[in-house]
C-alpha cells in the first residue's frame, strides 16, 4: 500500500511543475491602494501622526499576497505629470480631484494641508516597500493604468497569469482567460468566468459602454439618459459580439434616425458623438501609450529577480514611525512575503 502512495505522489509531483518566477504576477494599482488606505484608516501614532494610509496599504499588500499566492508582485504608481496626456484630451478629466478632499472627518483643515499628509505617507510606504520582496515602478507623464496594461497584456500574451488589484473598473475592459482583476471594495475577484455577470457585455466591448455611459470617478460625462438598459436593447452585439466598435453603434444610430418613429436617444448619441469618441479614447487600455523605452523598462522588471526580504531594515522603520506593527503579529504578516523569494532565475 505504502508504494502505492508513494507512487501516486510521485505521479502528482510530475504532472504539476514547480512554479516559476513569472506564472503568476500580481499588479498592484497603487495610488488606488493607498488613497483608499488614507480616507479609510483614522489610525495615528502616539506622537499623533496620521499613518492610515501607509498601514493601510501595506496590511492590504499582505493580504493580498496571502489571498492570491502569486510568484511576483509588482507595485505601479502613477508618474509625475502622468494624466497630462489625457487632459490634454479633456480637461475635465479627473478635474474634481483638484478641488475634493480624500478624508471627511476632520483632521486636516484644508485640502493643501491633506495633500501634504497623503505626499508624506507616499513616499514613506514606498521606503517600506524597499524592504519587501516586491517591485515598485513609476514613470514619467505615465499614469499607472498605461503600464499595469501593458504588463498585464505581455503577460497574458505569454500565457502567463495577472491578478490586477484594483476598485478601478477600467480595468474590467482586460479581463480574459489569463488577467484576473481582484476589486478590493467588493471584495470581489472578476474573472472570464464571472465577468459578464457584472458587465453584462463582453469584456472587450467595455469600453465602448463607458464612452456612451461616461465615468462619474474621472469626471467624465456620458450621454445624458442613456442607461445600460438601453445600451444593451439597442446595441445587442456588445453582449456576444467580440471585438464591437463604435463604428457599430454609429452605424445603428444612423439606420434609425431613418424610422420617422426615431427615439430620441439616436439623435442624441449622433449629436454628442464628439463626447463619445473622446471618452472611449480616455478610457481605452487596449492601444499601449507606452514608447519602446518605457516598454523596455517593463520587460527589464519582470525579466530580473526578486529582491530579497530585509526584516530588521522594515522593523526599524517602524520603530522609528513609532508604529506597534501593522497587525498584531507584524513578523507573521512579513512571513506572508517569505515565499516570493525562493523564485530565482
Known amino acids: 500500500l505504502m508504494n502505492k502512495i508513494q507512487q501516486s505522489i510521485l505521479e502528482n509531483l510530475k504532472e504539476t511543475p514547480p512554479r516559476e518566477l513569472n506564472d503568476h504576477v500580481l499588479v498592484i494599482d497603487a495610488m488606488n491602494m493607498l488613497i483608499r488606505s488614507f480616507s479609510l484608516l483614522k489610525a495615528?501614532?502616539?506622537?499623533?501622526?496620521?499613518?492610515?494610509?501607509?498601514?493601510?496599504?501595506?496590511?492590504?499588500?499582505?493580504?493580498?499576497?496571502?489571498?492570491?499566492?502569486?510568484?511576483r508582485v509588482v507595485i505601479i504608481w502613477d508618474g509625475k505629470g502622468g494624466s497630462a496626456n489625457r487632459k490634454n484630451i479633456d480637461p475635465n478629466y479627473k478635474a474634481q480631484r483638484a478641488t475634493s478632499r480624500i478624508t471627511h472627518w476632520g483632521l486636516y483643515d484644508s485640502k493643501a494641508e491633506e495633500m501634504e499628509a497623503?505626499?508624506?505617507?507616499?513616499?514613506?510606504?514606498?521606503?517600506?516597500?524597499?524592504?519587501?520582496?516586491?517591485?515598485?515602478?513609476?514613470?514619467?507623464?505615465?499614469?499607472?493604468?498605461?503600464?499595469?496594461?501593458?504588463?498585464?497584456?505581455?503577460?497574458?500574451?505569454?500565457?502567463?497569469?495577472?491578478?490586477?488589484?484594483?476598485?478601478?473598473?477600467?480595468?474590467?475592459?482586460?479581463?480574459?482567460?489569463?488577467?484576473?482583476?481582484?476589486?478590493?471594495?467588493k471584495k470581489k475577484v472578476f474573472t472570464a468566468a464571472n465577468i459578464q455577470e457584472e458587465l453584462q457585455v463582453l469584456p472587450g466591448n467595455y469600453n465602448v459602454v463607458k464612452a456612451l455611459l461616461g465615468d462619474n470617478s474621472d469626471n467624465l460625462a456620458g450621454v445624458k439618459g442613456l442607461g445600460i438598459k438601453t445600451v444593451i436593447k439597442e446595441f445587442p452585439d456588445l453582449?456576444?459580439?467580440?471585438?464591437?466598435?463604435?463604428?457599430?453603434?454609429?452605424?445603428?444610430?444612423?439606420?434609425?434616425?431613418?424610422?420617422?418613429?426615431?427615439?430620441?436617444?439616436?439623435?442624441?448619441?449622433?449629436?454628442?458623438?464628439?463626447?463619445?469618441?473622446?471618452?472611449?479614447?480616455?478610457?481605452?487600455?487596449?492601444?499601449?501609450?507606452?514608447?519602446?523605452?518605457?516598454?523596455?523598462?517593463?520587460?527589464?522588471?519582470?525579466?530580473?529577480?526578486?529582491?530579497?526580504?530585509?526584516?530588521?531594515?522594515?522593523?526599524?522603520?517602524?520603530?522609528q514611525d513609532q508604529i506597534e506593527g501593522i497587525t498584531k503579529n507584524t513578523e507573521g504578516w512579513l512571513e506572508n512575503f517569505r515565499s516570493l523569494t525562493v523564485f530565482k532565475k
Not at 44 to 71: A, E, Y
Not at 149 to 168: C, F, R
Not at 266 to 285: H, Q, S
Open 239 to 319: 453582449i456576444n459580439k467580440p471585438g464591437t466598435t463604435l463604428e457599430y453603434v454609429y452605424d445603428v444610430c444612423a439606420k434609425k434616425l431613418e424610422d420617422p418613429k426615431v427615439k430620441k436617444i439616436f439623435p442624441k448619441i449622433i449629436t454628442e458623438w464628439d463626447r463619445v469618441e473622446t471618452n472611449y479614447k480616455l478610457m481605452d487600455l487596449h492601444e499601449s501609450s507606452l514608447d519602446d523605452k518605457e516598454r523596455e523598462l517593463v520587460h527589464d522588471i519582470i525579466r530580473g529577480n526578486v529582491p530579497d526580504l530585509q526584516t530588521g531594515a522594515f522593523l526599524h522603520l517602524l520603530e
Open 44 to 71: 495615528m501614532n502616539p506622537t499623533g501622526h496620521h499613518i492610515g494610509g501607509t498601514v493601510g496599504f501595506l496590511r492590504s499588500l499582505g493580504f493580498v499576497t496571502r489571498t492570491f499566492n502569486p510568484t
Open 118 to 185: 497623503l505626499i508624506g505617507q507616499l513616499y514613506r510606504t514606498q521606503d517600506y516597500l524597499e524592504c519587501l520582496p516586491v517591485q515598485s515602478m513609476v514613470m514619467e507623464k505615465l499614469e499607472a493604468d498605461d503600464i499595469i496594461a501593458y504588463l498585464a497584456k505581455e503577460g497574458s500574451a505569454s500565457g502567463k497569469k495577472v491578478t490586477i488589484v484594483s476598485s478601478d473598473k477600467d480595468f474590467l475592459q482586460l479581463v480574459n482567460d489569463n488577467i484576473e482583476v481582484y476589486a478590493p471594495i
